[in-house]
C-alpha cells in the first residue's frame, strides 16, 4: 500500500475515533459544577443602569424604537466604511449597554483588536450586563487556555462555539485533514455570520470580524471591509436571529468541548483574567479616547447617520446544510439573489471573491440577455491584492464568461488602493483634545499596519510577493446596490460557499440616500487610482485572434487542463490625461493599456499555483 493510502487511511481512522470522543455527561456535570462554585461573581456597580455610559448612539437608537409602529418603523442607519468608527462605534455601545450585549463572529484572534473587545465585553459583564459571546470555532480564539479562564471571568458572561471540531475548541493540522474527510458537510458548515447587538435596540453587522486585519491595525496586510450600524425595530430581527444560533445544538458551551473540559477540571481553582497586553498600546488608547469624546462621534458617526423608514436583517438558519431543501433555512441567500434577479436599471456589486454559484450565474445571465439589460459594475479583488489566490483562480478562469455572458464591468482592487478614507482625515479631527502623548496623535492606523486572511492562524495563505513596495490593501466588503433604490450590507460573498455551506447575514436598507451612499463607496474602489479594469483584448491580428478566442473558449470549458495562456480578457490602466471609460467604449483602446494577466505580481510558487488551480482546480469550486 502506498504511503499516500496509508495517510488517508490513518486520518480517516483518527476520524473515526475523534467523532466518537464527545465528553461524558459526568465530565460535563463535573466541570459545571467547578464552574459554578469558582465562578467570579463580583459586580462592580449597584446601579439601576450597571453604570452605563451616555451613548448618543444608543439614544438614537431608542428614540427610533419609540417613534416605530408596525405600519412605520423608524430607523437610525449609519455606514461603517472606514476602521477607526467600526472601532469606537463598538466600545462606545458595549460601555453603553444597560442591560445586554450580544456578540456574534467568524473570526476571533487574541491580538490588539481581539484583546481590546474582549476586555471591554469583560468589564461590561462585571457591571452587570448580560454578555453573550458566539464564535464560530475553527478561526475563533484556538486556545483552551485563554477559554477556561473565560469560563469562570464573570457570572454574567458566557461564551459557546459553534460547529467544534472533533468536540474541541482546538483544531490541529491533522484533525482538520481528518473533519474534510469523514464528515465533510458538517465540518465544511460554518457560522459566517457577523453581529453586535447591545440592549436589542442597535446593532452592528457586516464583513468585519476580530482581529487586527480587519481595523487596519495589522503589520502586513490591511483589508477594506464596511460594517452597517442600525437602531431601531430591525434590532429586533437581529435578536432573534441571535437567539436561533444561540440554542442551535451546534453552539456548544465550554463545559462541553473535551481540552476545555479537561483544563477546568485539572485548574480548579480559576485562574485571574490578566490585563491585556497590547503591542501598540498607544493606538489602543486613541481609539478607546475617541470612543468617548463626543466632537468626534459627532463627526464620523452621527452626521452621517440616516434617518429612515423600512430596514430588514436577514440570516440563514444555523446548520442550512442539514435541511438543504428548506428555502427558509437559507433565508438571507434567497433574499439577496431575489433583490438581484429583480434588478431593471444597474447592480453594483463589491465582493472579494468573484466566484459565481450556479444561481447566481443563471440569474446575471438572464438579466443580460433581457430586454434592456441592467448595467452590473462589480468591484473584487486581483491576484496583487487578494490573499486567496486560490479562489481568484477560479475567477479568473471564467473571465470571458463574465464579460460576455453576464455583461459586467470587472474592476479589481489595486494593492496600493489608498482605501474609503484617508487615515490622517481619521487622526487629525478631535485629536488635539484626547489627552494622549503627543506620538499617537498620528492615525490611529498608523501608516505601517497591513493584515492578511489566515496567517495568525497558522496558514501559510500570504498574498503573493508583489513587484512594488508600499502599504497593501485587500478587498473584504461584500456589498450590493440595486437601482440606486436599496442597498445590502453583510457578510455574504455571493460565491458558492456562501450559497450552499456558511450561513450569512446582513442588513437590507430600502432608502434612496442609503443606497446612493453605499454606491458612492463601492464606486470609489473601482475608479483608476484604486483599481485595473478587467476588458477583452486588442484584437490586432483578426484571424490569429479569432483563433485564439475559439482556443481559449474551448479551454476554459474544460473541467480539467484549461492550459491555455492566451486569455480572452486583460487587465488594463488609464492613461495619463484621459477620462475613465467603459471597456465598450469606441475609445477604450486609446485611453488604456494593457498591463498584463497579474500585474504587479512578482514571479513567484503562487502565481504558478494560481495557473495550475485554474487549470485543474475546477471542482474545488465549492469548497473555495
Known sequence: MSSRRLLVLHLLLAALVLQGCTVSRLRIRQADAVVTASIDRRIDCNRPDHCAQSSPLLQAAQQAMAESTPQRPVHVVTLLNDSEPAMAARINLIRAARRSIDVQTYIWDHDDAGQLILNELVKAARRG??????????????????????????VNLQVRLYNPTFHKAQ???????????????????????????????IGITGGRNYEDRYFNWDDSFDYVDRDVMVGGPAA????????????????????????????????????????????????????????????????????????????????????????PDKAHARDFTRHVMRMVSEAKHEVVLQTPYLVMSKRAQKIFRQLHHGVDAPRIVVSTNSLASTDAFAVYAMSYKHRKRYLTKFGFEIHEMKPHAPGPATDNELA?????HLNLPAETATPISAGKTRMHLLGSHGSNNRPAPLLSDGRRYGLHAKSIVIDDAFGMVGSHNFDPRSDHYNTEAGVIVYDHHFADQL???????????????????????????????MIGTVSEHLPLFDIWPFRYATSYDLKPNCEPLRASDPGFFACYKPVGDFPEVDVSPKLIITRMITAFGAGTTGLL
Not at 428 to 432: E, K, M, Q, R, V
Open 428 to 432: 487629525n479631527l478631535g485629536t488635539d
Open 129 to 154: 450586563v448580560q454578555v453573550r459571546i458566539l464564535a464560530d470555532q475553527l478561526w475563533s480564539f484556538n486556545d483552551p487556555v485563554l477559554l477556561e479562564r473565560l469560563s469562570r471571568v464573570n
Open 519 to 549: 454606491r458612492q463607496s463601492i464606486l470609489r474602489d473601482t475608479q483608476p487610482e484604486n483599481a485595473w479594469m478587467i476588458a477583452p483584448r486588442q484584437r490586432k491580428v483578426p484571424v490569429l485572434s479569432d483563433l485564439n478566442d
Open 171 to 201: 483544531t490541529q493540522p491533522v484533525e482538520f485533514a481528518a473533519g474534510l474527510l469523514c464528515c465533510f458537510f458538517k465540518f465544511n458548515q460554518r457560522m459566517h455570520n457577523k453581529l453586535l447587538l447591545v440592549d436589542d435596540a
Open 236 to 323: 429586533k430581527q437581529m435578536a432573534e436571529s441571535f437567539e436561533l444560533f444561540w440554542q442551535h445544538k451546534r453552539s456548544v458551551p465550554l463545559t462541553h468541548l473535551r481540552d476545555v473540559n479537561r483544563k477546568i477540571l485539572d485548574e480548579g481553582t480559576p485562574t485571574p483574567w490578566p490585563e491585556p497586553t497590547y503591542r501598540q498600546p498607544l493606538r489602543v488608547a486613541q481609539v478607546q479616547q475617541a470612543a468617548e469624546d463626543a466632537a468626534w462621534l459627532n463627526a464620523w458617526l452621527i452626521e452621517p447617520t440616516l434617518r429612515t423608514g423600512q430596514v430588514e436583517y436577514f440570516s440563514d438558519l444555523p446548520a442550512k446544510t442539514d435541511k
